[in-house]
């Protein structure tokens, strides 16, 4: 099944911005449409559509900051699915979180095992919407455990309405 993933914009660049999608499941496409918008620290970007098919599933929402290679929809013929594509953005991930970890210089008097070190950030250095936050209180929510699964730069309230049960 044909993969929609993020473009290496650049050789300095290795994230971007899905600003905006252009689509929505279940539109056809045409190799060359414009799927999304993606932006940069230096510009902005059109997302053309490299393949034939109809657009099944939207795997990154907007406003989400992502890694190269990373795959933000799939395209197929209706019906057709893709079991792999969430496990392997979410290895992507992780793996880019392990190649940002800070390395030591020097050795510690008392090391600490890596399972005690969190790579997420705290729920109060989330960037969340008022409502956002208010939404994830009441539904107890872990703004922070979101943040890290769906790679979101800002969580407002339509990035929660999926975890909200």
Known sequence: MPRL??????????????TAWHKKPG??????????????DKAAFDLE???DGTLLKILAPEKSILPSNYIL??????????????????????????????????PSPNPIH???ISHQPSPSSVRATPKARRLAQQHNLNLADIQA???????????????IK
């Open 27 to 40: 539109d056809t496409l045409r190799a060359g449409d414009i799927v999304a918008e993606l932006t940069t």
């Open 49 to 51: 559509s490299p393949f």
């Open 114 to 116: 890596p399972s005690a």
């Open 149 to 163: 699964q769906i790679g979101a730069a800002l969580i407002d309230e339509q990035v929660l309405l999926p975890f």
């Open 73 to 106: 929809a799939l395209i197929g013929v209706p019906g057709e699915t893709d079991p792999t594509a969430e496990a392997d953005n979410a290895a992507l991930l992780e793996s880019v979180a392990n190649a940002d970890a800070p390395i030591p210089q020097s």
């Open 5 to 18: 993933t993020l473009p290496t914009l650049d050789v300095n660049t290795t994230h971007a911005t899905l």
